[in-house]
């Protein structure tokens, strides 16, 4: 590269775009790889400080100098940066690299910040125009780099282009032979990719999801193979069997059970905090049991005709109660620095606080008596033939997978997958997927607590059948069922055409699928031996390809929050540890709108990710805005989103469905340190929408979406 090209090179990497880098180059660079030029490690030496560059870079007038001066303090950090890259991706900077790209920003910062409080907001939109000009002005950088960058510096930056450039070159080669064979290799009978990514995509799509969400999904599932995991593996307890969902509440008492697959909460019991409660169902002929673990004495409920729970009225309940707060700082640092500036929305230095409740244990005394049955779900309101269904409508259908449009029904449900010859059987507490070869369709079922069993009825239009819960929490049926399916047969953008795929299984005995066995299950039937808790899963959740670039840091005053990280543990270079994340949500309102939700774990921020996808995302927006104006232009005409969609997936960390008390837990061995979790979902308010950064630690941790913590959309 000769020097002429240097001044474009320089700033496709600028401090907006430089973390953009740091996922490519990751792609290529091998973990191990460290630049053998210890000379390059103080190459700092030669440039300049920020008075030399005030002293020296001077324009017509002084406006245009504090232009100048502040495109050259966004230049610098970039150069910085890619000759650290080169030199390690995961090792840290140097102290001399840390203190100069701090003291550049803050400068640049600081001129910004100046002008627009002595000028008016035109004059100040005009002047970071003018900065920009600069910043993309070869003959300019010509000019200053060559009076104030050093010759070892220079040095430095064109060893650093030179290796790049060759290992680049060599990666793409290697890509382009890869994806060669393997397109040669994998294609089913229609010509369509039968790599982990299409396989998944297709299969939402014919299972009623929208194109967009399911594109996400299979986004999704396609980095998971590539690391070398199953979805299916990553989270959840493993349970399989009949379970409870939804509140049971007495309108003349206090305390109400909210039960969810794997735990119960004991709600508004005296002053305790809703801490789940694991459960079994015990089945007998003419009675259902309900056992609830709880300290210092279990309880058992027995379920009424009507649906209802009748319980032992007054008990003793072990618990915690918040006894006060304590705050907490979260600094977001950028490769290892604070971050300062309007850059990344922030005056001054990027920094949150929030309140964290202190606990200590307690018991108190509680009524569980005579409890009702949840309420079924009221329908949604559609919009009418003709009307739009607004932004609402567009952000929900990027996460509408097709499980979305059946509601979550209260009262005995199922969970797990079955598995009997060639059909399986996939529950949700909100509806079934049944696989009888390679026809698959999505239904609803219902639990009935008939006299002497529990019964399973779905409701499969190519034949409805009904199995039986058995003691050993096996399923029986008889008969035979026609699955009425359809595969995808070509896409074309958003237009997906379907050919019908009908198959005939036999409805016989269905063992719980390995992953959702019986040891883990929820139910005792009569004759069972008693149940065993539910083992929590020890499959590590997918830890990023990359680093993070970006990080949040805690700090607390208070030394009894065990989840206070000082900021360099919060950094890129986390170690790993078993940790386990509960995650939990709370609202005022009778009912939780998180239920059945989805999160997703990432690490760096949503709005941070899409603009260094080259997503359209305007300005200074937060990450709910700009989730919603790349879902807009996703929508729109003339604008393909496929490279993005495609890019997103190398952030995906995981992702979890809450269950039907909007509660999950994840536990795995994976690296600590910043993480942010993503979710939507729409209230009466409006759109409510979270980008929560948390530090995971080794051990427990809890996270807690609220209304107040969610930014609103409408």
């Known amino acids: 590269m000769n020097s002429s090209d240097t001044p474009a090179a320089l700033y496709s990497f600028s401090p907006r775009l430089v973390l953009f880098l740091l996922c490519a180059v990751l792609l290529w660079l091998p973990c191990s790889y460290t630049l053998a030029q210890t000379a390059n490690l103080n190459y700092t030496a030669d440039l300049p400080s920020v008075e030399r560059v005030k002293a020296e870079i001077k324009g017509s007038d002084p406006t245009d100098t504090l232009a100048r001066q502040c495109a050259v303090f966004t230049y610098l950090p970039a150069y910085i940066e890619r000759i650290k890259y080169n030199r390690t991706v995961r090792g840290p900077y140097t102290p001399d690299e840390q203190r100069l790209i701090v003291a550049y920003q803050l400068a640049a910062y600081q001129i910004s910040q100046d002008y627009a409080k002595t000028h008016s907001p035109d004059e100040a939109k005009a002047f970071e125009r003018l900065h920009g000009q600069y910043e993309m002005n070869s003959d300019f950088y010509k000019d200053w780099s060559h009076r104030l960058i050093g010759p070892q510096s220079a040095a430095a930056y064109k060893n650093m282009e030179s290796e790049m450039g060759a290992r680049q070159q060599a990666h793409v080669a290697a890509e382009k032979r890869t994806y060669e064979e393997a397109n040669a290799k994998t294609t089913n009978a229609q010509g369509l990719s039968n790599d982990p990514t299409a396989v998944a995509t297709r299969r939402c799509l014919e299972l009623g999801g929208s194109s967009i969400a399911c594109m996400g999904k299979g986004l999704g599932a396609g980095f998971l193979d590539m690391i070398g ?21 007495n309108p003349a008492t206090t305390a109400s059970l909210d039960f969810g697959p794997d735990t119960v909460s004991i709600v508004d019991c005296g002053k305790l905090v809703a801490d789940g409660h694991s459960y079994t169902i015990e089945k007998r002929p003419g009675l259902l049991r309900v056992h609830v673990d709880n300290e210092p004495q279990p309880f058992v409920l027995t379920m009424r005709s009507d649906g209802g729970l009748v319980g032992p009225g007054p008990i003793d309940v072990k618990g915690r109660i918040i006894i006060g707060y304590h705050t907490v700082t979260h600094t977001l640092y950028v490769n290892g620095a604070p971050a300062v500036g309007a850059q990344y929305g922030c005056n001054g230095v990027c920094q949150t606080s929030e309140s964290v409740p202190d606990y200590a244990p307690k018991i108190e005394r509680c009524t569980i008596g005579s409890l009702a049955m949840p309420p079924r779900p009221k329908p949604e309101a559609q919009p009418a033939a003709g009307e739009s269904a607004g932004m609402f409508g567009v952000l929900t259908g990027l996460f509408d997978t ?29 509806s079934i997927i049944l696989d009888c070869g390679e026809a698959h369709v999505r239904g609803v ?26 003691s050993d929490n096996s399923l029986r049926g008889t008969g035979s069922t026609t699955v009425n399916g359809r595969l995808v047969s070509g896409m074309q953008g958003e237009n997906v055409t379907f050919t019908p795929r009908v198959e005939t299984c036999e409805v016989a005995s269905f063992r719980p699928k390995t992953g959702s066995s019986a040891t883990g299950s929820t139910t005792k039937v009569a004759g069972n031996n008693p149940p065993l808790s539910a083992p929590s899963s020890t499959a590590p959740p997918a830890t990023p390809a990359a680093p993070a670039s970006v990080a949040y840091a805690s700090t607390s005053p208070t030394p009894a929050l065990s989840t206070a990280v000082p900021p360099a543990a919060t950094s890129s270079t986390g170690t790993r540890a078993a940790m386990r994340v509960l995650i939990t949500s709370n609202f005022a309102a009778n009912t939780n709108p998180m239920a059945g939700q989805t999160i997703y774990i990432m ?39 496929t490279p993005v969609w495609t890019a997103l997936k190398s952030h995906f960390v995981t992702a979890t469905k809450l269950d039907a008390t909007g509660k999950a837990t994840l536990s795995a061995t994976a690296t600590t340190g910043a993480y942010f979790l993503f979710a ?27 209304a107040a913590n969610a930014e609103h959309l409408q």
């Open 680 to 706: 939507q979902v729409r209230s009466p308010e409006g759109l409510m929408v979270w980008d929560l950064p948390q530090t995971f630690v080794a051990g427990d941790n809890t996270v807690t979406l609220t």
């Open 402 to 430: 097709g499980e979305m449009k059946i509601p979550l029904e209260p009262g005995l449900r199922v969970t797990g997958q079955f598995i009997s010859g060639k059909l399986v059987l996939d529950f949700t507490p909100t």
């Open 603 to 641: 690490r760096e921020r949503m709005d941070d990710v899409l603009r260094k996808l080259g997503a359209p995302i305007p300005p200074n927006t937060t990450p709910a805005q700009a989730w919603q104006a790349f879902a807009t232009a996703c929508l729109g005409k003339g604008v393909d989103c």
């Open 229 to 249: 995991l199953h979805p299916g593996e990553l989270m959840g307890s493993g349970r399989a069997g009949v379970v409870l969902s939804g509140r049971y509440r």
């Open 445 to 470: 079922y219902t639990v009935e607590n008939a006299t002497d069993q529990l019964l399973v009825h779905v409701d499969n239009p190519g034949g409805p059948f009904t199995l039986a819960v058995e």
